[in-house]
């Protein structure tokens, strides 16, 4: 196996002293990152590597009727120019095992971005001269971009040549027309959500070389390994035994590293070169490398009584997927489930469509579908408080679910903290004081003097959120955990070894805490994630410490067991008494028990852990437990609005949550203030625009996130209900802030708007300034 060089492994390395689960040890890589020493996958380098690079499409649709890589081949320093011809296994891949996507475009592009072609040469900026000199004939089509006329004709509007529709969700309960005659007061409103992207700041990168055995090394940042290793293989023509997977440092995800990227590319030219190949995006080309968010088009009707009560709900979402099915399947069924939020409604009729256009590609990304929704949803809430002039807090409320209600889909919740109690506790959490005006940092628009006090109003909005855990609708979902357990310089030290992604939540930081727990030693040391042992699952849905969590509880448990059975056999009562005993930190006498017994000796322990079963959705009703697990939060904004320039300083974004059980309250804080940041793009300033199929602002100059001046300080009460089908009774945690924050955002713009007299009528997100001009 060829090793590249880099500073170090990020994940080889010891977790430091003491700290089990509930307590807050730092992550073993944070010092690095901090100090710039830290190893990502764009800083791997080998000797004698090769450039790679992508010829990408400048068109959304078009036919490719001639290609000509002869004056690219011409060039000193090129090694090869590889078209679809050269892919040498299977020439489609795709997420989830929809095989869709071609590895390098078969004589039509049918989104911009899409691969053509790839260059392997001695520097980077002779590979991009060598795509230059790739001569293309293109016919330019009309691109179909339109999603709502593709769910009207989805036979004559065809991207892919299944239909234009990748999937229709319905989900029914009741009767509306029952519900209408109980309502005292219809509301409709129409929603939008643009393409946000996942904004990553480490492009997507790699470096895969040749092995003596035909074989390939990837060293690559992705969330799933095996996944990845699912696909690459066909295409390749190679077997799994011949491709060593090794997680590279990765620079944030967020969903979009699920898909694969420059993986096969990067193969391709290693074996074809023989020579280990380096392949890292610029900003612009990861615009165009991996998948975002689905836009979403939703039409929402409520019916409602004079108290505020829902009695029925007709609702349509329209997710657009893009060119290529990625997520989009999984990702509707999740919007159709949650699309009316953690509220009781007796009559409902949903329809949730995930369908084909030539715009961007679009997947999974932090919230999965469920973003879209619960910014309707909770935008309903506040449109129905308006109108029936109620506290929107209270129509919340009245509504909530509680121990024992059902979601849309009949399933059934258990144990959560009601959320009636959690919008109490939120509204109870103190208003933050006006911000110093003198100061025109604390001002919309900040530095750039637009305003002096003058315009400016205050607003506060409400927002809930509910998101599902780990993997639904009847996936098989499971984690693998290796726990090695032996003496070293006299002391105790486990090893843990996931194949699982360590993409900045803190996980490495978590697996460390389990076993200190279980084992009750101080030193563990994490393996590097690779495929030389069994799947963990993607580092998406929340769900790794949840699931890789409890592989390395249930190895570790077993390792202890061993440990136990052996001190018996030895003899050793005390230690076996010891061993044996509820170990929640390490002692001294624990750590000299395990080195008597041990001595020389290893154990080690494989175990796989799966959650509780789930079921799909019913392709009619759409009833089904889809879900193992759902997860609460609820945020309070605060916002200053210039009204007269439609800027917007968000003050505060208080927040109460449900996490079952705290495991590492700084990591958790940090994934909460994380989501919230997210939300918080959304719902002001992040967009990925768009005409005619064209990307308009693929860079962080013109796709703006949040900065450090942009978020505000965050008031966090967290609420530990546990799971009892949970380890440890956690819930997942990462990505149920990125719902709730978005809406109240808006709800507290809307707030200020309708205190100048104006109607308050915010119904797309990102929000912009000329929608808050003509909404105050």
Request: aromatic share 4%.
């Amino acid at each position: 196996m060829t090793v590249p060089r880099t500073t170090r492994f990020p994940s080889e390395v010891a977790a430091p002293g003491r700290g089990g689960i509930g307590e807050s040890p730092l992550r073993p890589d944070g010092t690095l990152k901090v100090r710039g020493e830290f190893a990502y996958a764009s800083d791997l380098w080998m000797d004698g590597m090769l450039w790679g690079a992508t010829l990408r499409s400048p068109h959304p649709r078009a036919r490719i009727l001639s290609i000509d890589i002869g004056p690219a081949l011409e060039l000193p320093g090129v090694h090869a120019v590889l078209t679809h011809e050269e892919v040498p296994g299977r020439k489609m891949y795709g997420l989830d095992h929809t095989w869709d996507q071609p590895v390098l475009a078969i004589g039509e592009v049918r989104h911009q971005g899409e691969p053509i072609a790839l260059v392997a040469a001695d520097h980077p900026e002779i590979a991009r001269r060598a795509m230059e000199a790739i001569a293309i004939e293109w016919e330019v089509l009309e691109p179909i971009t339109d999603p709502l006329a593709v769910i009207a004709d989805p036979e004559g509007l065809k991207v892919q040549k299944r239909g234009g529709i990748a999937r229709h969700q319905p989900v029914r309960v009741g009767d509306i027309e029952v519900g209408r005659a109980l309502a005292d007061l219809v509301i409709s409103e129409r929603y939008h959500v643009g393409i946000q992207d996942q904004a990553f700041l480490g492009p997507e990168s790699g470096l895969v070389a040749p092995g003596e055995d035909g074989g390939l090394d990837f060293y690559v940042a992705t969330q799933w390994m095996h996944n990845d290793l699912s696909q690459i293989g066909p295409c390749l023509g190679l077997s799994d035994d011949k491709i060593r997977m090794t997680m590279a440092g990765i620079g944030g995800a967020f969903g979009g590293r699920e898909d694969l990227s420059m993986q096969i590319h990067a193969g391709m030219l290693a074996l074809y070169t023989g020579k280990p190949i380096k392949m890292m995006y610029n900003r612009e080309e990861s615009f165009f490398g991996h998948v975002h968010r689905h836009p979403a088009q939703m039409h929402y009707e409520y019916g409602v009584t004079q108290a505020g009560k829902i009695v029925f709900a007709k609702v349509q979402i329209v997710l657009d997927g893009g060119a290529y099915t990625s997520a989009t399947l999984n990702v509707t069924g999740n919007a159709a489930s949650l699309a009316l939020g953690p509220y009781e409604i007796p009559h409902l009729e949903i329809d949730a469509y995930g369908v084909y256009t030539n715009n961007p590609p679009c997947g999974a990304m932090r919230g999965f579908g469920a973003v879209q929704a619960c910014f309707a949803h909770e935008s309903m809430l506040d449109k129905i408080a308006q109108a029936l002039e109620l506290d929107p807090v209270h129509v919340r409320q009245i509504n909530a679910v509680t121990q024992g209600s059902k979601l849309a889909t009949g399933q059934v919740l258990h144990a959560p903290t009601p959320l009636a109690e959690m919008l109490g506790q939120l509204r109870a959490m103190p208003l933050p004081e006006a911000l110093d005006p003198t100061d025109i940092r604390n001002l919309p628009g900040g530095a750039s003097q637009t305003t002096h006090g003058e315009g400016v109003v205050r607003g506060i909005g409400y927002g809930v959120g509910i998101k599902n855990i780990c993997f639904s609708e009847g996936f098989d979902d499971y984690s693998t955990a290796r726990v090695r357990l032996e003496v070293i310089a006299g002391e105790p030290v486990a090893l843990v070894h996931t194949a699982a992604a360590e993409v900045g939540q803190g996980l490495v930081t978590v697996e460390a805490q389990i076993a200190r727990t279980e084992l009750g030693i101080e030193r563990v040391t994490i393996h590097p994630a690779d495929n030389q042992i069994g799947d963990a699952g993607s580092s998406s849905a929340s769900r790794q410490t949840y699931m890789t969590g409890g592989a390395v509880k249930t190895a570790c448990e077993a390792v202890r067991q061993r440990l136990l059975d052996l001190a018996v056999e030895q003899g050793h009562a005390q230690a076996a008494a010891l061993i044996g005993g509820k170990v929640v930190s390490a002692s001294g006498e624990v750590l000299a028990a395990i080195v008597d017994v041990l001595d020389e000796g290893v154990i080690e322990e494989t175990r796989v852990y799966q959650h509780r079963p789930t079921t799909g959705m019913d392709p009619i009703t759409g009833q089904g437990n889809s879900h193992t697990q759902l997860a609460l939060c609820v945020h309070r904004a605060v916002v200053d609005v210039d009204t007269e320039l439609g800027l917007v300083k968000v003050v505060a974004l208080d927040a109460v949550q449900d996490v079952g059980k705290i495991m590492n309250r700084l990591s958790l804080e940090g994934q909460i203030h994380g989501g919230s940041a997210q939300g918080l793009g959304l719902a002001v300033m992040e967009e990925i625009q768009v005409r005619d199929g064209k990307v308009l602002n693929p860079s962080f100059t013109d796709y703006l996130i949040p900065t450090i001046l942009d978020t505000p300080p965050q008031r966090l009460e967290i609420l530990e209900n546990a799971d009892p089908h949970a380890p440890y009774g956690l819930r997942g945690a990462g990505e149920p802030p990125t719902l709730s924050s978005t809406p109240a955002i808006v709800a507290a713009i809307r707030d200020a708007c309708r205190s100048r007299g104006g109607n308050g009528q915010l119904t797309r997100v990102p929000v912009r300034p000329e929608d808050i001009i003509r909404s105050s």
